[in-house]
């Protein structure tokens, strides 16, 4: 049986309704999104820096309970790993702090936080890496060509052991600069470093 036109025509605009209305709450979602959504972001971007200062200023005022100490950083990678557990690890000094970064987490006695912030923002990226606290800020230097070359190589530990040793001197060295020129500036201040 064929429906008749008019019963056609209220289906047509009970459906052309229903697109309208449609249309209409996602013309409305549309404008209402954007500085909703716009808001959500700006709530979260402020709420994401403050933590982020607050993390900064942490990692600072730990770093100056620390003032000089040095740390060694190693990784979980096996080749790596049993190298420098075996021919590195007993020739340290005792007075260096040990971090040993198992996958993406650090073991060390000192908070993780503090660690995982301080490995994040570390200038010359690559493990091992020697680092010293000087003057609220983490000083490092890289010593991952240096130990593969002594791995794949056959080099004596020895040999390696010379590059760390150098490389603790250059950051003592670079601390030691960075102190004088803080405190020359604190001398030449109108307030005298007060």
């Excluded at 549309?30 to 994401?48: A, H, K, Q």
């Excluded at 557990?85 to 260096?96: C, F, I, K, R, Y």
């Excluded at 073991?107 to 020697?130: E, M, T, W």
């Amino acid at each position: 049986m064929v429906a008749p036109k008019s019963k056609i025509r209220r289906l047509a605009g009970g459906f052309l309704s229903v697109l309208w209305v449609l249309r209409t709450i996602i013309l409305v979602i549309l404008c209402i999104s954007p500085p909703g959504l716009f808001v959500i972001l700006l709530v979260t971007e402020l709420r994401d820096k403050k933590e982020a200062e607050a993390l900064q200023l942490e990692h600072e005022r730990i770093l100056r309970t620390i003032e000089g100490q040095e740390f060694f950083c190693y990784t979980s990678r096996q080749r790596s790993r049993d190298w420098v557990e075996s021919n590195v690890l007993p020739q340290l000094a005792e007075d260096v702090q040990v971090i040993f970064l198992d996958g993406k987490t650090p073991k060390c006695p000192l908070p993780q936080h503090f660690i995982s912030y301080a490995l994040r923002h570390l200038d010359n990226v690559g493990f091992p890496n020697v680092m010293i606290a000087a003057n609220g800020k983490m000083l490092d230097a890289s010593l991952h060509h240096e130990l593969y070359n002594a791995i794949n190589q056959n080099l004596p530990p020895e040999q390696f052991m010379e590059h760390l040793n150098a490389a603790q001197e250059e950051l003592r060295t670079e601390a030691a600069r960075s102190t004088r020129q803080i405190d020359k500036l604190q001398k030449a201040s109108p307030t005298g470093g007060n």
